[in-house]
């Protein structure tokens, strides 16, 4: 019985690491679906900033993200907020992690002008576009190129090499 608990007890501790895979396809739904959105912020809630710095992004960038459709405006803000937060750490740790940056310029991308977090498109547009070919993960690579065919920052000349 004693061995019963222990067992219950270490894995009631145990953090599950989300998996980044799953969590590129949830973050696609999410962009267009507040209860996406709203089920990955939960899903993300205990990666710290000690984890994958991959995974510190899609958290900072889905809270950002779920700011839009959260009624409260101090909450909102809040939210936006400590998602840019987020998203902006896991950039400073892993400035060369095309992902990352690709979740940054999505941010940036469409937020709202009154909100001031536009400054880094441009920096990351251009990253993106010269490191995508040196880019070893399909995954990684689907990813960024999904993004990129809808995004309209890019033009019709710039998607082509994707």
């Known amino acids: ?24 396809k949830e973050f696609k739904l999410a962009t267009n679906n507040r209860e996406s959105a709203l089920a990955l912020r939960k899903e993300l809630e205990s990666v710290s900033q000690q984890d994958n710095m991959v995974l510190v992004a899609y958290k900072g960038a889905v809270m950002a993200l779920t700011a839009k459709y959260t009624r409260e405006n101090m909450e909102r803000k809040n939210l936006f907020k400590d998602g840019v937060s987020l998203l902006e750490y896991a950039v400073s740790q892993k400035p060369e992690n095309i992902e990352i940056r690709c979740l940054r310029f999505s941010i940036q991308e469409n937020s709202p002008k009154f909100l001031k977090y536009k400054s880094n498109i441009q920096e990351d547009k251009a990253f993106i576009l010269n490191q995508y070919e040196n880019t070893n993960s399909k995954a990684v690579k689907d990813f960024v190129k999904s993004f990129v065919l809808q995004s309209t920052e890019f033009n019709t000349e710039e998607k082509q090499r994707f």
């Open 1 to 24: 019985m004693k061995l019963l608990c222990f067992l219950l007890f270490v894995l009631s501790n145990v953090s599950f690491t989300p998996d980044l895979d799953q969590i590129r």
